[in-house]
Every structure is written in C-alpha cells, then in structure tokens.
C-alpha cells in the first residue's frame, strides 16, 4: 500500500479537527436556554474553518508530492509516458519556453518536443505542481486530475459547493476580512459535523483514486506498461 503512510499523516491532521469539533460540541450542549453562546463559542466555530481547510491544502499538497516521488522512483523514460502526463514530465521545458526571448523560443520548443521520444530517463521537479496550488476549492479537484492526465473524480455539486464555502470562510478569518466570532455566530455544532464528515469520506476517496491511478500505472504508455 504505498500511499498508507500518507493516509495515516492526513489522519492526524484530520483528527486535530474532530478534536475541535468534539470542543464545540460540549460548549453547545452547555448552553442551557434562556442563556446564550458565549462569544468565545462563536470563535471557536469561525477557527475550525481554518482547521478544516488546513487538512485540505495539507492532502492536495502531500498527495501530489507523493504520486510524483513514487512516479520518479520507476525511472521512466520520457516516451514511455502516456501523452497526458506530459505536463508534468515536461514542465521544466515548458518553463523555460515561457521564458525565453524571442531568439530562442523556436529551439526551446524543437527541445520540448524532441524530448518527448527521447529514452533518456525523465527528470521532473515532484514539488513544481505545489507552487501553482493556493486555495483549494471545489473545482480545484478535477484541475489537479487533469493536470496529472487521471480520469474525473466523481465530484457531486453538493460537495464542491461545501468545499467553496470552506475556502470563503477560511479566508475571511485568515486574512482578516471579518471576526471569527461573525462567521461562527451562525452555524450550529450539526452543520459543522455534516461538513467536516463530507469533506473526511471526499478527501479519502480522493487519495483512492491516485492511488487507483498510480497503482494501474496510467501515466506510463499501455504499450510499455509490462517493463514496470
């Protein structure tokens, strides 16, 4: 099982957040009517937002490092590469495409393509895909599947909608936008449970589904694919 390890750390991650939730929870069934929430209370709510969406960012980040170290450690040549994880295969030649002057743009490019057949052993930064991932929303899921050249994750529209709202109240607390105590004034400790359950099962069947994708070995060519 080679993503166990990533399961387990992203666990942990996900376990801090229950551990949040679980507070929430007693401070509600504290509350004993005509009383109301204490501020603190509605802090608290605002915050497990930010917990919540770290263990987000956490798993798209691990995971994407992880499925390109395990890709890198077969040692495959570019033109055993499937065509669509030649983003990822090339993506220090498409850099340095963007960035070339004009003089050069024409051999830069030849280079890119030339590679595509060449039998020299792919080299490919596994963190490059990291520094294009900031916000992780709902769409974000099928832009990294894509990225990778892996098949759709079944995604519903209630879930990218969770995952959106996520994001927008993450970063109205983190960046200072509104109080925390305002964005946990409204949501009861139920509301929070039902988000953070959905986003646990939606996360898991994520890593599933790399995992499917690493382990077929659908990055490499179907032709060559017996040599690994």
């Not at 449970?193 to 589904?209: A, E, G, M, P």
Request: net charge neutral.
């Amino acid at each position: 099982m080679p993503y166990r390890s990533l399961t387990s750390d992203i666990g942990v991650r996900f376990s801090e957040a229950n551990t949040l939730l679980n507070m929430i929870k007693a401070n509600e069934n504290s509350v004993i009517p005509p009383a109301t929430e204490q501020i603190e209370h509605k802090i608290l709510k605002g915050l497990f937002y930010i917990s919540l969406y770290a263990c987000i960012e956490y798993t798209f980040n691990q995971l994407t490092i992880q499925t390109l170290t395990l890709i890198k450690e077969k040692s495959v040549p570019y033109n055993h590469f499937d065509t669509k994880f030649l983003t990822i295969a090339l993506s220090s030649n498409l850099q340095s495409v963007r960035d070339c002057n004009s003089k050069s743009f024409l051999e830069k490019a030849s280079d890119m393509f030339y590679l595509t057949e060449s039998t020299s052993v792919a080299n490919f930064d596994e963190t490059f895909i990291n520094k294009y991932l900031q916000n992780v929303w709902g769409k974000s899921f099928n832009q990294l599947t894509k990225t990778f050249g892996i098949s759709n994750f079944p995604i519903t529209p209630r879930e990218i909608t969770i995952f959106n709202e996520i994001v927008d109240n993450r970063n109205i607390v983190g960046h200072g936008r509104d109080l925390a105590q305002t964005i946990g004034s409204s949501p009861k400790y139920t509301d929070l449970k039902s988000k953070y359950d959905t986003v646990f099962d939606t996360i898991n069947r994520y890593i599933s589904h790399y995992e499917s994708y690493y382990t077929n070995k659908e990055y490499i060519k179907t032709s060559s694919r017996t040599s690994y």
